[in-house]
């Protein structure tokens, strides 16, 4: 038996130094020291060794195994070694050349917009507010001086939640929560998401954004707001840019008012971009009906004030000489590193 495991050893060894990769390493291990190995099959026949050889057999059995696992164990150091060596070579990085560009977002034109909005309003004393989206029908609706028989009430243009509870029209209904808080005077613009139901198509969608603006204080006229609104459309779209007031009727102001500005493109001679009328129409507005005013805790014979909005995505539209209000929402990659 001494000599079958010399021979066994000697054999295994000789494997291990030839052995040139993981894969025959691993057959050399199961071949010598598996469960159906040769030095394991030795073991088996310890039984037909006399019992005072046995320990010196045993003792034998256990140098030859710690012989050859660590043996094994070097060449497998040796192997991984050389397997680095040569990923190293074959994968190196040249470090002078230049680095993949990151693509960064890109902000929305919406947001380039509504930024310029807001810079020109703060500039003039205005605050920036908002209001929740789902909203009560008092304030989207009856606050606003629109009676329960109204025809914006119909379920064709609101999404209703329940008989109380809708998305919200308009962002006129933060005016009334501005004017609940009691603390006048107020100069504040809302900007935010409204909902209404309309088809998609180049001028509409069923989400979309307002800017509500209004001014309660003493003294308040209809002067005031020409000057505000003419003061906002020279800083918005040119220095030449003129206004003009059409009457109109809104429910929540009175006189109420739409607003044309001269098309910025063709200076007002008339072109595709303002359909040859020369004039773009761009918000609402008016002044804020006493009732309002009296609904929300205000005395309208101390108090007045004006309001206007505007569609955010009509802004832009017009700014951009954007055609198409889909565009918006596409997040087309090409379309918005345009901005």
């Known amino acids: ?7 066994i050893q000697a054999k295994a060894l000789k494997k291990i130094d030839d052995a040139r990769g993981m894969d025959s390493l691993n057959e050399v291990r199961v071949a ?47 192997i991984e070694r050389e397997e680095m060596e040569r990923r190293l070579a074959e994968e190196t990085i040249d470090v002078t050349l230049p680095a993949r560009r990151e693509k960064r977002g890109h902000r929305h034109p919406n947001s380039i ?5 807001e810079r020109i309003f703060i500039g003039m004393g205005y605050e920036v507010v908002e209001g929740p989206e789902v909203e009560y029908d008092y304030y989207n609706f009856e606050a606003l001086n629109i009676p329960a028989n109204h025809p914006a009430k119909d379920e064709q243009d609101t999404f209703f939640i329940n008989k109380d509870i809708l998305l919200r029209t308009q962002t006129s209904s933060v005016q009334v929560h501005q ?17 209404r139901s309309d088809e998609v198509d180049a001028t509409h969608s069923p989400s979309f954004h307002q800017i509500e603006g209004m001014v309660i204080d003493k003294d308040i006229t209809f002067s005031d707001l020409k000057g505000t609104l003419a003061q906002f459309a020279k800083e918005m779209f040119g220095e030449d840019t003129k206004v003009k007031f059409r009457p109109h009727h809104f429910p929540f102001t009175e006189p109420s008012a739409e607003v044309d500005i001269s098309c910025f493109k063709c200076k007002g ?3 595709r971009f303002c359909k040859g009328e020369g004039w773009i129409e761009i918000l609402g507005c008016g002044q804020v009906h006493p009732r309002v005013l009296k609904m929300s805790g205000i005395d309208p014979d101390e108090y007045t004030g004006f309001a206007f909005g505007l569609g955010l995505e009509r802004i832009t539209l017009f700014k951009y000489e954007i055609d198409d209000m889909r565009l918006l929402y596409d997040n087309d990659d090409r379309f918005l590193r345009q901005f």
């Open 269 to 271: 001679k008339g072109c």
């Open 1 to 7: 038996m001494n000599e079958k495991l010399k021979e």
């Open 32 to 78: 010598v020291l598996g469960k159906k190995g040769e030095l394991t099959a030795l073991l088996k026949g310890m039984k037909d060794v006399s019992a005072e050889d046995r320990p010196k057999i045993g003792q034998m059995v256990n140098d030859a195994r710690a012989q050859i696992e660590n043996r094994l164990q070097e060449a497998r150091a040796a």
């Open 113 to 117: 917009a509504l930024e310029e909005v």
């Open 179 to 195: 004017m609940e808080q009691g603390r006048l005077p107020i100069r504040m613009i809302a900007p935010g998401r409204v909902f």
